[in-house]
Each structure stands twice: as structure tokens, then as C-alpha cells.
């Protein structure tokens, strides 16, 4: 299955984002951060994403006669490439599009509905921004950004750190 079929999945997407900024997480960390998800779905949904190479078993131990296993994703394979994005149609580009809009504001209900949401003090913004640039312009911005991102990236989750999610969407205006 190809990486945006795989991505185009709703649940599946989900369950990626989840892994966004975790190293390794368990089918039972996954069912506490994805409670709405029922447990079938996200087992079936994980069994898909570890065969579609998206998701790696990284550990494995034996829990009252069951295997858990700990799981990793391949941050490398968890996009699509402009290879294949060149092969989408229209339609194909629409509907990821929208499942990424979808999951997106999915996260932002799951921010204002769970508990004191306060933009300010939790450094949460939304804004869109036009800039002119050349063709040429564009990789080289998209570069710098990459390279700024990059310490920021590395870091591991640690006390006191709150995983947050950065979206960025390119396109012309």
C-alpha cells in the first residue's frame, strides 16, 4: 500500500501523529492518547500501518500470557515524497488534504476541550501569513526553516517539556 493511501486513513492518520515527537509507544499508550478509537480499530489500524513499514515493532514482552509490543514510527517513510504526490490526482490531493484539515482540527476540539485551554499562557496561535517569493526563493525558505527546526526536533521528551505540534501549508496564494 502506498505511503498516501496508507496516510489517507483518518484513524491511521491519528494514530502517526500520535508517534509525532514520541520515540516509542505501546498499543496501551497508544488506546490512553486515541481513547476515543475503539481498541479493534486501533489494533487492526496498527497491524496496517507496521505492514504498510510505517510503524516498526521496536520491543517485544510477554504480559499475562499476551505480547506487547512497543512500537516506533519510521519518521523517514511517514510522508508522502514528491515522487508519488506527482502521481496523485486532483481528487486524490483533495482528499488528503481534507483528512489532514480533519485530523488537524480534531486536535485543536481535543486542546479546547480538555480542560482550561488558555491560548496565551499555552503559547497556541494560528495565523497565515503571505510572503513573495520566487520559485527559486521557495526551497531555499523551506531549507532555512528545516534548519532552524532541526536542534528543536531532536530533543527527547524529557520533564517539563510539552509535546506541541507545529503545522506548516505551503501553497500559493
Not at 33 to 43: H, N, Q, R, S
Not at 57 to 67: C, L, P, T
Not at 127 to 153: H, K, M, N
Amino acid at each position: 500500500m502506498a505511503t498516501a493511501e496508507l496516510l489517507l486513513h483518518p484513524v491511521r492518520l491519528r494514530i502517526v501523529q500520535a508517534f509525532l515527537g514520541e520515540s516509542e509507544l505501546t498499543t496501551a499508550q497508544l488506546r490512553v492518547k486515541l481513547p476515543e478509537i475503539p481498541a479493534a480499530t486501533l489494533y487492526r489500524q496498527v497491524a496496517t500501518l507496521t505492514e504498510g513499514d510505517l510503524l516498526e515493532v521496536v520491543a517485544e514482552r510477554r504480559i499475562r500470557g499476551a505480547v506487547e509490543r512497543t512500537f516506533r514510527l519510521r519518521t523517514a517513510k511517514a510522508g508522502v515524497t514528491g515522487a508519488e504526490a506527482a502521481t496523485m490526482g486532483a481528487q486524490e490531493h483533495r482528499q488528503a488534504f481534507m483528512v489532514f484539515v480533519a485530523a488537524l482540527l480534531a486536535d485543536f476540539d481535543r486542546y479546547l476541550d480538555g480542560g482550561d485551554p488558555d491560548l496565551t499562557r499555552d503559547g497556541v496561535g494560528y495565523r497565515q501569513t503571505g510572503l513573495y517569493l520566487s520559485d527559486d526563493e521557495l526551497p531555499e525558505l523551506v531549507a532555512e526553516i528545516s534548519a532552524v527546526l532541526a536542534p528543536w526536533l531532536a530533543r527527547p521528551a524529557a520533564p517539563g517539556r510539552t509535546r506541541r505540534l507545529l503545522t506548516t501549508v505551503v501553497m500559493p496564494g
